[in-house]
């Protein structure tokens, strides 16, 4: 996944984004001020192969993690398998074919 960025706004107490793959830190953002100063903006992060987003915030004065998060976006890189799918509908007309084999063969015996 490509993590673009999100709009994050609130009063500055040194908030941040961290971007991690497989359980480890890659990339890091830009802090906002500490000094809980109102702010609002769009971090522009274009972030190639992230798994997990984590938005970190400090501590002023006993007040922390006073934000909005909006706008998060992201791209997927992930190629969806076709061959699965047709293989699951595969399966699915087989049972069905199954499944009015053995009804037509009811019907009969009935007869």
């Given at each position: 996944m490509t993590f673009t960025g999100a709009w994050l706004a609130g009063?500055?107490?040194?908030?941040?984004?961290?971007?991690?793959?497989?359980?480890?830190?890659?990339?890091?953002?830009?802090?906002?001020?500490?000094?809980?100063?109102?702010?609002?903006t769009f971090f522009n992060l274009n972030w190639v192969g992230v798994d997990e987003i984590r938005v970190e915030g400090g501590d002023f004065g006993g007040f922390h993690d006073y934000y909005v998060l909006d706008d998060l976006t992201y791209q997927s890189t992930s190629v969806p398998e076709y061959g699965n799918?047709?293989?699951?509908?595969?399966?699915?007309?087989?049972?069905?074919?199954?499944?009015?084999?053995?009804?037509?063969?009811?019907?009969?015996a009935a007869s």
């Open positions: 009063y500055s107490f040194d908030q941040y984004f961290l971007g991690y793959l497989n359980g480890v830190q890659i990339f890091e953002s830009a802090h906002t001020a500490n000094d809980g100063s109102p702010f609002g799918s047709a293989i699951l509908l595969g399966l699915g007309f087989v049972g069905l074919m199954a499944i009015r084999r053995l009804s037509r063969k009811a019907t009969s």
